[in-house]
């Protein structure tokens, strides 16, 4: 038998983690004549697979491993073989495992993932970041990747594919996540009452519409929490004259993704005083005592406003009681005693009662 001519057009159909699909061409009049063997080369030949047509599908093979394939044309007497053709080719390397998130920031992400293709000192790593669309890619020579400038409180998309000599890419493994959202701004009480607190915030995020917010309540421990739709928040059921920390944290539309809080330490006001009356009325002085229920009490001072059509002075009072002095004789006075929470600052209501020295 004279030799089969070379195969022609030699090329990969399918190219897979494990199995490579090859095609090729004959030309010769005798080719239905045909077999062919198929030497199958890493470094040095490893196996053959022979074939009766001009395809053939090379199985167990090493993921993400460089292969070289060469195609015998073998006459009828199964002897005589053409020379070879051969093409060299990359398996794809495997998907990636284990993705996930080891820092979730408001502005970067922080991946990593592991891989057990033997092969796999020689992969590279392609991330693509999807947010609706793809809208870029980010590669690395190791098992992590820092992804950096992104929105705040948004959901990207991130695939992570395993790419070998440049050229083979191996299914990608994705992971969708949030960002977490900016802390809020400017968070303040705008107003203060006995037994509630009424908050107000602001955010400058582009994705803030899509924001729920956390207000954690805490006195010594946190005691509950609230949650708001919007820049604002009614906090109720409070302790009269008691500091409370609030902290504001914006959630990402996941429910889950929460920014870092901002706090505001804030009392509540002290209730008025009760059962306010003078034990005694002099020439010169009045002692004016009143009684308080508030379990805060015990932290209180008392401020003691004095006036004749205007105010006049104010006292301070450590107690339940306060000695006024040197006032006119047989002069009506306004006498409003206003209950002090602990920072000196947060006042309740005041009570007042009119008297003559």
């Known amino acids: ?83 070879g053709r051969s093409t060299d080719l990359y398996t794809k390397p495997s998907p990636v495992l284990d993705l ?15 891989v057990n293709d ?29 992804i950096t400038d992104l929105t705040p409180g948004t959901m990207y998309n991130f695939t992570v594919f395993a790419v070998v000599a440049d050229t083979e890419i191996g299914g990608g493994r994705s992971i969708d996540l949030y960002t977490k959202p900016s802390p809020v701004l400017d968070l303040k009480a705008e ?45 109720t059921d409070l302790t009269p004259g008691t500091m409370y920390n609030f902290t504001v944290f914006a959630v990402a539309a996941d429910n889950e993704t929460e920014g870092e809080g901002r706090s505001i330490d804030q009392h509540t006001k002290p209730s008025p005083v009760l059962d306010l009356k003078a034990e005694y009325v002099g020439v010169t002085s009045v002692n004016l005592t009143w009684e308080v229920n508030d379990n805060a009490s015990d ?3 008392y401020r003691i406003e004095v006036a004749k059509d205007a105010p006049i002075k104010h006292v301070i009072s450590s107690g339940r009681k306060a000695e006024i002095t040197d006032l006119t004789p047989g002069t009506m006075y306004n006498f409003t005693v206003f209950a002090v929470a602990a920072d000196n600052e947060t006042e309740g209501d005041g009570r007042s009662i009119d008297l003559y020295t």
């Open 100 to 114: 996930k998130a080891e820092y979730v920031g408001v502005t970067s992400v922080n991946l990593t993932w592991e």
């Open 299 to 301: 932290s209180y001072t």
């Open 118 to 146: 033997t092969a796999s000192d020689s992969y590279t790593y392609r991330i693509e970041v999807a947010k609706d669309v793809p809208i870029k890619n980010v590669t690395s020579s190791g098992r992590k990747a820092e």
């Open 1 to 83: 038998f004279t030799e089969p001519s070379p195969v022609l057009d030699l090329k990969a159909e399918y190219v897979g983690v494990t199995s490579v699909n090859l095609t090729w061409e004959v030309n010769d009049t005798a080719s239905k004549s045909y077999t062919y063997r198929i030497e199958v080369a890493k470094d040095a030949p490893i196996k053959n697979v022979t074939s009766n047509g001009r395809e053939a599908e090379i199985t167990d093979l090493t993921p993400g491993t460089m292969y070289n394939f060469t195609v015998f044309a073998v006459a009828a007497d199964t002897e005589t073989e053409g020379e």
């Open 191 to 235: 107003y203060v009452g006995v037994t509630s607190v009424n908050l107000t915030w602001e955010v400058n995020d582009t994705a803030s519409k899509s924001y729920t917010y956390r207000i954690e309540i805490t006195e010594d421990v946190p005691i509950k929490n609230v949650t708001s739709n919007g820049h604002k928040a009614e906090i």
